[in-house]
Nanobody, 121 residues
Framework: QVLLVESGGGLVQAGGSLRLSCSAS????????MGWFRQAPGKEREFIACIGWSTAGTVYADSVKGRFTISRDNAKNSVYLQMNSLESEDTAVYYC??????????????WGQGTQVTVSS
């Protein structure tokens, strides 16, 4: 079992930045790929970014490529999402997840409770 807890969400103006953190506890953290997803009201959960367990590989959704950066620190059992040039369309609840390296939510076994990001225009 892996327990994931997100933090760092909040209200920010368009063009601003936020850094989300996800702390893991429980089973070995380094064995899992980590992903960030988001869900806006009335929409399906959307893949944002993922990173392999060795940090060698990352994948980003086209909608955030060049603006968001995923990273991880296995020594701290943490994964991060640096979000720059935020847009109103980025408003959503953001979730971190642990599982297989994939853009599909179905391949992630463990999920955090989510953190709200609101971007005002």
């Amino acid at each position: 079992q892996v327990l994931l807890v997100e933090s760092g969400g909040g209200l920010v103006q368009a063009g601003g930045s936020l850094r989300l953190s996800c702390s893991a506890s429980g089973r070995t953290f380094g064995g899992y790929a980590m992903g960030w997803f988001r869900q806006a009201p009335g929409k399906e959960r959307e893949f944002i970014a993922c990173i392999g367990w060795s940090t060698a590989g990352t994948v980003y959704a086209d909608s955030v490529k060049g603006r968001f950066t995923i990273s991880r620190d296995n020594a701290k059992n943490s994964v991060y999402l640096q979000m720059n040039s935020l847009e109103s369309e980025d408003t959503a609840v953001y979730y971190c997840a642990a599982g297989s390296f994939s853009t599909s939510a179905k391949t992630y076994y463990y999920w955090g409770q989510g953190t709200q990001v609101t971007v005002s225009s």
